[in-house]
C-alpha cells in the first residue's frame, strides 16, 4: 500500500534568545491510508512540533524546519508556498487543537467556523450549502440537534461538545489525514471514551488516517495500529502497537510502560523513571537517554545511537539491539 | 454584560445625553423655533424670554437655534472625526501588531513622532495651510489622533494573536488578511470602543477651540465655538451668549466622558 505521509529525516529547530534549541532532530515516520499512529512522549519531546511541521504551521519568528522532507501524496509539504499550504490545511490535513474551548473563537458561533472551513476550501458552494454541509458536520460527531447548536457560542457549549466542534470543524472538508495533538488530555474520562470512539469511527467510514499525539499510554493502547515513542526530539521506538506493548525495547520504553498504574497487583508507589529529560538546549553526548538508563553501557556516552529494525516492523534505536 | 452597564447610573446618563443629543441634532429643523442664521437687528441682545428661549446674540439671531444647529455641527465632527482615526488607527495597529519586526517598528515610530507634537497646534498649523472649513476640521483631527488607536490596537493584537483559535483558523486555511481582520480584530474591538466614545470627547473638543479661534466652522455657519466667540465681546452686558454654548460643550463632553469611563468598567475586567 501507499504512504500516504512520509516523514523523511526532519530537524527542526526553535530560537529563544540567540539560542538555538533543536526541537525534532531526524525523524521519520510514515503513515498508511486508513492507520492510526500514537505519537507519545512527555511534554516538551517535540510531539506537537511534529504536528505544526505538517501543518507547516511552526511560527516563523520562533523557530523553522531545516531539513528533511514531509511527503504527503508524495508532494513534499517543506517546499510548498505560502498560498499551497493552505490549499492542504483544513481540506487534505485537518487538526484538532488539545483546548477545545480556547480553539474557537468566542466571538462567532460555531457553526459559522465551521462553515468558515467549509467555504475556504468550496469558494463555488452557495451559502446555503455550506451551511447544511456545516449542520452535516456536526451530525457527524454526534451532536444532538445540530440545527440548534449550529447557533450556540463556545461559550455556551460543554467541554466535550466543544471538542466534538472542534472535530467537525477539523472534518468539514474530509481530509485524508487528521492530526489530533492531545484532543482528549482537557476532557473527563467518559467524554474522552466518546472522542475516541468518533475518532475510530471515522477511520473505518471515511478511511482517514490519524496522527494521535498524547501522553496517555491506555489511549494509545486502545486505538492506535503503529506506535511511535518519543524522546528529546527523537523517535527511539517505533513498530506496531502489540509489539510495543507486548515486547518493549528501548529502556525508555520499557519505564514508561512500567510506570503505568496496574489495577490487578496492588503497587505502594508507582516506578518512575528517574531523572529529567535533557535540556533541549544542551544535549548530552551520545544516546540522549543517558543520563537516565538503567541498562547504561560505555558506548552509549560516546556515541550517537542509530535506528535498528530489530524485529520484523520493530524499529529502536538503542545500543543494546545495535552491537555495531 | 448590558445588566452591568445599566446598573452603572453615570454611564446610563451618559449615554442617554448622547442620545438626546443625537435626536436633537437629526431633528433640528422641527425643532428651532427661529431660522439659525436669520437676523432681526430690532431684537438684539435680549435676555432668555418666552420668545427666545436662550436669548439673541448681536444680530438677534435666536441663540436657542443656534446652538441646537451648533449641536449638529459638533456631534458630526466628533463621529467622523473619530470615524477617521479609528479605520486609519486599526489598520496601522492591526498590521504592525500582526506582522512585527520592521512594520512594527516602522509604524510605531512613526507613532512615537505623531506622538511628539502637540496635536493642537498641528492641527493649527495645517488648518493655516489648508484653510478653514468644517470638512477640513474633521479630516485633520481624524487624521492627528489615529497613533492612540494604533497603540491600542497593536497591544491587543499582540496578546490575541497568540490564542489558539488563531492557529485553528491557521489550520483550516484562512489567510493572513482573513485571520487579522475576521478573527483577530473582533477580539480585540472593545478597547478601540471604549477610546473611540472619549475620543469623540476630544475631537468635540478640539473643534471647538478651533471655532473659537476663527479656524473652525466659520460664521455665520453656527458651532458652539464661533458662538462662544461671538459671545466674548458682550460676555458683561449679554451673559447668555456665552453661558450657554459653554454648558452645550460641557454636557456633551462629560456625557461622552461618562459613556466612555461606564464602557470600560463593563469591558475592562481589570478595572
Not at chain 1, 475518532?199 to 478511511?207: A, Q
Not at chain 2, 505623531?114 to 479630516?139: Q, T
Request: charged letters at 20%; a neutral charge; hydrophobic letters at 45%.
Amino acid at each position: 500500500m501507499n504512504n500516504l505521509l512520509e516523514i523523511k529525516n526532519l530537524n527542526v529547530e526553535y530560537y529563544k534568545g540567540g539560542q538555538i534549541i533543536p526541537a525534532v532532530r531526524g525523524v521519520g515516520l510514515t503513515i498508511k491510508p486508513g492507520e492510526i499512529i500514537g505519537l507519545v512522549g512527555e511534554s516538551g519531546c517535540g510531539k506537537s512540533t511534529i504536528a505544526l511541521s505538517i501543518m507547516r504551521l511552526i511560527p516563523p519568528k520562533q523557530g523553522k524546519i531545516i531539513s528533511g522532507q514531509i511527503l504527503f501524496d508524495n508532494k513534499d509539504i517543506v517546499k510548498l508556498s505560502e498560498d499551497e499550504c493552505r490549499d492542504y490545511r483544513g481540506n487534505k490535513i485537518g487538526m484538532v487543537f488539545q483546548e477545545a474551548f480556547s480553539s474557537l473563537n468566542p466571538v462567532f458561533r460555531v457553526g459559522n467556523q465551521i462553515k468558515e472551513a467549509i467555504q475556504l476550501h468550496n469558494p463555488d458552494f452557495t451559502s446555503q450549502k455550506s451551511k447544511q454541509r456545516a449542520i452535516a458536520a456536526l451530525q457527524l460527531v454526534n451532536i444532538p440537534q445540530p440545527e440548534e447548536r449550529y447557533d450556540a457560542y463556545p461559550h455556551q457549549l460543554s467541554g466535550g461538545m466543544q471538542q466534538r466542534s472542534m472535530l467537525a470543524m477539523a472534518l468539514a472538508c474530509q481530509p485524508q489525514l487528521l492530526i489530533a495533538d492531545e484532543p482528549t488530555t482537557a476532557l473527563d474520562v467518559t467524554i474522552q471514551a466518546q472522542i475516541l470512539e468518533l475518532l475510530v469511527k471515522f477511520r473505518k467510514d471515511l478511511n482517514m488516517s490519524i496522527l494521535l499525539i498524547t501522553h496517555n499510554l491506555a489511549i494509545v493502547s486502545q486505538l492506535a495500529d503503529t506506535v511511535a515513542i518519543m524522546y528529546a526530539g527523537q523517535i527511539i521506538e517505533l513498530g506496531p502497537q502489540e509489539k510495543i506493548f507486548n515486547n518493549p525495547l528501548h529502556p525508555y520504553t520499557v519505564g514508561l510502560l512500567n510506570s503505568v498504574p496496574d489495577i490487578e497487583t496492588k503497587k505502594e508507589r508507582l516506578v518512575q523513571i528517574t531523572g529529567q529529560i535533557p535540556d533541549p538546549a544542551n544535549l548530552p553526548k551520545g544516546c540522549l537517554f543517558n543520563l537516565r538508563c538503567p541498562a547504561i553501557m560505555d558506548t552509549c556516552r560516546r556515541m550517537d545511537t542509530s535506528m535498528v529494525e530489530w524485529e520484523e516492523q520493530h524499529f529502536v534505536q538503542c545500543f543494546k539491539y545495535n552491537p555495531g | 454584560m448590558w445588566q452591568k452597564l445599566k446598573n452603572n447610573k453615570l454611564a446610563v446618563s451618559g449615554f442617554m445625553i448622547i442620545a438626546i443629543l443625537a435626536a436633537v441634532a437629526l431633528l433640528a429643523p422641527k425643532i428651532v423655533p427661529y431660522e439659525p442664521t436669520s437676523q432681526n437687528i430690532m431684537e438684539r441682545l435680549q435676555k432668555p424670554s418666552l420668545k427666545h428661549l436662550l436669548g439673541t446674540d448681536e444680530l438677534g439671531r435666536d441663540v436657542f437655534s443656534r446652538l441646537v444647529y451648533g449641536a449638529r455641527i459638533s456631534l458630526s465632527v466628533g463621529f467622523i472625526a473619530v470615524g477617521i482615526s479609528v479605520i486609519i488607527g486599526v489598520f496601522f495597529g492591526a498590521l504592525a501588531g500582526f506582522y512585527g519586526r520592521w512594520i512594527d517598528s516602522l509604524i510605531m515610530r512613526f507613532v512615537d513622532i505623531m506622538f511628539c507634537f502637540p496635536s493642537f497646534f498641528l492641527i493649527l498649523m495645517i488648518i493655516a495651510v489648508l484653510g478653514p472649513n468644517i470638512y477640513n476640521v474633521m479630516i485633520i483631527i481624524g487624521i492627528t489622533s489615529w497613533p492612540g488607536i494604533a497603540r491600542l490596537v497593536r497591544g491587543e493584537i499582540l496578546s490575541v494573536k497568540e490564542r489558539e483559535y488563531v492557529y485553528a483558523a491557521k489550520a483550516i486555511g484562512a489567510s493572513d488578511l482573513r485571520i487579522i481582520f475576521k478573527h483577530i480584530l473582533p477580539n480585540a474591538l472593545a478597547p478601540v470602543l471604549v477610546a473611540a466614545t472619549l475620543g469623540i470627547a476630544d475631537a468635540i473638543l478640539v473643534e471647538s477651540g478651533l471655532s473659537f479661534l476663527g479656524l473652525g466652522v466659520q460664521p455665520p455657519m453656527p458651532s458652539w465655538g464661533n458662538i462662544l466667540t461671538s459671545g466674548k465681546d458682550y460676555i458683561e452686558s449679554a451673559w447668555w451668549l456665552t453661558l450657554f454654548p459653554g454648558l452645550a460643550i460641557l454636557i456633551t463632553i462629560l456625557s461622552y466622558n461618562l459613556a466612555g469611563e461606564g464602557l470600560r468598567e463593563v469591558i475592562d475586567p481589570k478595572l
